[in-house]
């Protein structure tokens, strides 16, 4: 597509729940990003691939936070044991590779743990 | 460690009057800097980038190495200005993962 894709765009899930987020990134860009976004802060770096390879995952809080990129396209962040603390919205980013690119930013995924 | 400071939450302006959003950073190596925009119901999106040293919208940013600042000036805000803001630095060690800045509310008031 044209775009970064995120699905689903709301997700509300029972505190002890384990829910998956989807990132569909720009096609042919080798960079990918997780980042999350709490209610009036900016987003926080959570893990970055360069196509398959995780090269960067000191960002994610806990080992509840779990994600893969194995065919170096889509990107899937799982959440396992969901809490509250975890409601934010999770953004992923695309760029075409190392360098001053910048970022396309997906529209994100809002989770609401209640 | 790198940080990235926007000491304002929100700043209020009347349509016509200048815009500074503050933005200061630490980076103990050779910075990379960068404004991004996020417009209501809309995703987050580059506005520019330091190197470039280009105007995008009538904003822009000049990087002072000395006050470890990177402010977004506008001469004369519009209402379509109106949007969150938020200044990031790039850790080049580190692929490029940004550090962003908590973000400024611009209101532009007609």
């Known amino acids: 597509g044209a775009g970064v894709s995120q699905s689903p765009r709301y997700k509300v899930a029972k505190r002890g729940q384990d829910v998956a987020l989807r990132c569909d990134p720009i096609?042919?860009?080798?960079?990918l990003f997780w980042y999350q976004q709490a209610l009036g802060q900016g987003p926080e770096f959570l893990t970055y691939?360069?196509?398959?390879?995780?090269?960067?995952k000191s960002g994610l809080p806990s080992d509840r936070f779990f994600a893969e990129r194995p065919e170096g396209s889509v990107s899937t962040l799982k959440i396992q044991r969901t809490q509250q603390e975890d409601s934010a919205v999770y953004l992923c980013a695309s760029s075409p590779g190392q360098g001053h690119y910048g970022y396309t930013f997906g529209s994100g995924t809002r989770l609401t743990v209640v | 460690a790198q940080r990235v400071t926007q000491p304002e939450k929100l700043l209020s302006v009347f349509k016509g009057a200048p815009v500074e959003l503050k933005c200061n950073y630490s980076?103990?190596?050779?910075?990379?800097l960068f404004w991004y925009v996020q417009y209501s119901r809309q995703r987050l999106q580059l506005l520019l980038r330091?190197?470039s040293r280009e105007s995008i919208k009538g904003f822009t940013a000049d990087l002072n190495k000395g006050e470890t600042s990177f402010h977004l000036k506008k001469p004369f805000a519009q209402e379509e200005d109106s949007a969150m803001y938020y200044c990031a630095l790039q850790n080049n060690n580190a692929g490029n993962m940004l550090t962003f800045g908590g973000g400024t509310r611009l209101m532009v008031k007609p």
């Open positions: 096609s042919g860009h080798v960079s």
């Open positions: 980076y103990s190596g050779s910075p990379e």
């Open positions: 691939f360069q196509n398959e390879a995780q090269l960067d």
């Open positions: 330091h190197i």
